[in-house]
């Protein structure tokens, strides 16, 4: 029988399954991070219960440390006794930690594809929504609650009902200024962010073919956006190019032999999905989010739609979220005021995202009243900006280049966006207060957001570049 | 933790009748410094329930600070717990003093924290929760009556019920007070034998 390529990952994981329930999935490789887990450390601890497979355990520390002076003590008490803890919890249960300091921390989806660690065909969960990142290895990769932490931990397995399948086809070449975040932003416009809640969601089509790795994680990062579990994209020569020599990925005789396994992770030509959506990639323009959820996104030009056909609840809650970023129906966003850009996250905090904002602010400078943060995905993001002068460049331009970790997209740290300000961001997620209460965030690509820090309002990329 | 076992549950309710609301505005980032699941209840819905981000001013629209509401089932609109994993949101509604969430539709992680917390997620049609709301705003003293074995939610006085279906292994599990890990762990020698097959798998 015809398989999807998430059938063919998920049956080699079945440990078993429950009469009328769910089944019992193996989980390869375990991804722990400091705010999600010390209570399942705590919690193992309490029932007597080692960690299984701490081989199969990668941590870091990444949500809540600071971007700056990351060589001084953390100042911030309770996130320095939760960075400390992930400390004690790896070294007493033998789990490797790149920690702060560390030449390998970053933020969790940025290291592990970086490193090698995430590998075509496995399953991999983290305590953390944009786990789905992993999926532009051909992976089946979500995120986990504390407790599910736990069982991973103790098992190296999850209970799981097997998801609905989604297919989304983007085919043909994208215009100038339109990037793999747009892209994604488009999808979530159209199918709203609740659109694939209960689905798995396979991205295929020449458009994502022709992306980079890079570019491919940029997607499969904000699936969650649109409700689903994960995202996930065959592998393919820019998958096996991409891994290929980085510190985990096989070598000699098991890197052939691994290609050839991988290879035949592509879903079978007459699988059935249960729902298939087709895009067109020259109805993609540059995006950019107006609202406080990630499917509140127009194309750069758009203007922020009308509350007409909504019902009175809609009507209500629409208006409140428009009064929270102080829009108005119908309004063009091209051309107003910003405050502030936050260039990193884990949606795009890589080096070709950091390459395409240099070349493109290269010899310019930022408008004096906009505040510019770039935070690298990682140490090794970081050393390979300074050492491709893209640090130089940044430093020209006034933009600041922080030290690596989550930072402004969430928040937890002192990285933090003051109320009633626009901060053009290129994580993803608008919620309201999540970049600090108050704040009010624009989500769009490294490109927009490098544009608008640049002239100090809302811009179309396009307009700069030939 | 509280109790376990989950079988009937009656008590009036706390309407929150707003759609998307994401993990972030339960419980936000910024109070997911804690190395233990409790406490987080106090900042629960922390920046629609305080002014300036001071407990000593509640906004007195904000339905956890209206006196007439109260009870052990939150009713909230469509598409509730988006967003982040956090299971801390999951936490924060159990320790503030809620065992149920009645909505139209749940995001999934959201769903399973919830469930592995014994916090009931309950999801009825989008009549029936306007319904609720409709019921319970015009008389916040009505009850509802949330039968898992049964798998009924019921209006008190109006009698007005609708059937939701919930996953047989999950309700057994919640009927009983197990949970997934007790589970797993009383496995661990089959996962063992699993990851020897899948050795020899790729070895073929």
Redesign the interface.
Known sequence: MAKTLFEKIWE?HI??T?P???D?L?IDTHFVHE??S??AF?SLED?G?SV?RPKQVVATAD??IPTINQHLPIT?K??A??VQ?LTDNCKKHNIELYGLGHAYNGIVHVIGPELGITQPGMTIVC???HTSTHGAFGTIAF??????V??VL??????Q?K?RLMRIHVDGMLGKGVTAKDVILHIISKIS??GA??YFVEFAGSTIRAMSMEARMTVCNMS?EM?A?GGLIAPDEVTFSYMKGRKHTPVRDAWPEKIA?WRRLQSDKNAVFDKEIYILAKDIQPMITYGT?PGMGISIKGKIPTSAGMDD??RK?YYQCLAYMDFAEEETLLGKKVDYIFIGSCTNSRIEDLRQVASFIKGKKKADDVEVWIVPGSRQVEKQAIEEGIQQIFEDAGFKLRQPGCSAC???NDDKIPAGKYCISTSN?N????QG?GARTLLASPLTAAASAITGYITDVREYIN | MNSRVIKIITSTAVPL????I?T??II???F??????DGFGQNLFR?WRYEN?DPGQPKADFTLNNPLYDGRILVA?K?FG???????A?WALKDYGFDVVVSS?F???FQ??AL??FLLPVKVSDAFLEKIFTVIEAAPETTLTVNLQEETITLAGTGDHEHFSF???KKTCLLNGF???D???S??D??TA??ER?KA??LQ
């Open positions: 080699k440990v078993k429950i009328d329930g769910p019992v193996y705010v999600t010390p209570q705590k029932r219960v299984l949500h809540n911030d309770l996130s006794t939760q803890q305590g953390d929504s995120g986990i609650g504390t407790s599910e736990e069982m103790a098992t190296q397995c999850l209970l009902n998801p962010f609740n809640t209960g969650i409700g579990r396994e959820n609840n809609g809650v969430l928040a937890m997620r919620f309201e207060g999540r209460a | 009748n707003v759609q998307n994401d972030d505005q936000p980032a910024r997911l410094k804690s190395t233990t699941r920046d981000d609109g598409n988006c967003g982040s994993s956090r299971e801390h999951a539709f995001a999934d992680i399973n924290n592995n917390n996953h047989p292994y949970d997934d890990i589970y797993l762990l496995i661990r089959e996962i699993f990851e899948k798998l790729v």
